[in-house]
Structure formats: C-alpha cells, structure tokens
C-alpha cells in the first residue's frame, strides 16, 4: 500500500470556525509532512515531523497547529483562520526524512475554503 | 538552499518524446535531483532521481549534465496522461523538499 490518504477532500469553513485535516498512511514511514498550495503556486512546506516529532516549523502562523498522535497519523487543527488561508493543503510520508535519496508520497490534497 | 530554472511550460505531440530541462548551478555535490510531477487536481508524484549517472525507471529518464549543473527529465513517448506540471528539486536530505516554479507540460492528441 503506498497510499497517503487524506479527509475531507474538500472544506469550507467560516473564520471563527475550528476545523482539522486528517492525514494517514500505512507504508512504515516516520517522517510526515505538511505542505500548503495556492492556486497556479508551487506547494510550500509548512512542517515536518520525523519520529512524531516536530522537526520543522516554517515560521507557519499559530492559527495551524500541527499533530502526529503515532507515526502512521498526522493531523492539522485549524482555527480562526483567515480567507488568505484558502489553498490546497498536501499531506506527503518519506521514509526517515534524512535521505538524500527519499521519496515523498503524497496526498491528493483538502481543499479548503475559508468565508 | 540550491536554486533551479525551468522553463515555464513546454508543448509537446503525443506519442512523441519530451525532454524537460533544468538548471541547478548552485547543486552541492551531495544533493541528489529529484522530479516530481503533478496532474491536475492531485497531489505530486515522483517521478524519479539521481545524482550522477543518468537513470532510466518505467516512467521516464534522467540525464544529468557531467558539472551536474543541470540535467534533462526525458518522456520517451508522451501520452495525454502526462500532462502536469513538472518540478525538478535538488535535495539537500534535510526534510526540505523546496518546490520551485516546475514546468507546465501541455500535451496534444
């Protein structure tokens, strides 16, 4: 199974709203990743956990708070958040998250509105 | 982090073979050179990598310039379904897989 699945594909929300994406995958692999896209943009890294833990944070603002409850599982909460958050956000797995050689597998993506 | 130039989009005929070019100039000689794709309306994919040798797998090959200063993704035969978007990233092994611009492939019947 080299899947990466994530729910709900699609999410409309309102600012005020509290939400949460929800990433899985069952290849063994302990590095997860979130990755955030703007229409017509390359996909931006917004965090990385390896080993369930928090690796890397780019500067993402609080309003998105990352969660890896065991190492196939990775969740994104969301919270007051604003209509310029509106994007696809991608889910991707690798192996350890060190290689040089690792492949990402990702998710077909949430695609998240925000009124 | 190492920079890349793609050319913005390319077109192609199917069943015809496409060569996809990348600068990376600033690659270290550690970083290996990943491409991934992305079909409309999902997430990306890889395609394939490679740091010295030109590599060949079922979906594509890899041509890499001997200074590894750039190098060419090379679809032998393209079909309707490769149409995507195509980046090419080196990959420094430190969690950061840093997406450029890639290039738009367009393929006609």
């Known amino acids: 199974d080299t899947e990466v699945t994530q729910t709900p594909k699609h999410l409309v929300m309102g600012m005020t709203n509290k939400k949460s994406l929800k990433c899985e995958q069952h290849m063994g692999h302990r590095a997860m990743y979130w990755y955030k896209q703007k229409a017509k943009k390359p996909p931006e890294l917004m965090f990385v956990y390896s080993y369930e833990k928090l690796s890397i944070n780019e500067s993402v603002p609080s309003r998105f708070s990352p969660e890896c409850p065991n190492s196939s599982l990775l969740n994104l909460h969301l919270h007051a958040l604003q209509p310029e958050d509106s994007a696809l956000y991608l889910c991707a797995s690798s192996q350890a998250g060190f290689g040089v050689d690792e492949k990402l597998f990702f998710g077909s993506g949430t695609q998240l509105s925000v009124l | 982090d190492a920079k890349t130039t793609q050319p913005n989009s390319m077109e192609s005929n199917e069943e015809e073979p496409v060569h996809l070019p990348c600068n990376h100039s600033?690659?270290?000689?550690?970083?290996?050179i990943h491409w991934y794709r992305q079909l409309p309306s999902q997430g990306p994919e890889y395609v394939i990598h490679?740091?010295?040798s030109n590599v060949n797998n079922r979906m594509a090959s890899l041509a890499i310039a001997e200074d590894r200063k750039s190098s060419t993704l090379i679809l032998h035969r393209a079909t309707l379904r490769d149409a995507a978007v195509y980046y090419c990233?080196?990959?420094?092994?430190?969690?950061?897989?840093?997406f450029g611009t890639g290039t738009r492939l367009l393929v006609s019947p």
């Open positions: 600033t690659i270290s000689g550690t970083d290996y």
């Open positions: 990233i080196p990959n420094t092994g430190f969690q950061k897989l840093v």
């Open positions: 490679g740091l010295t």
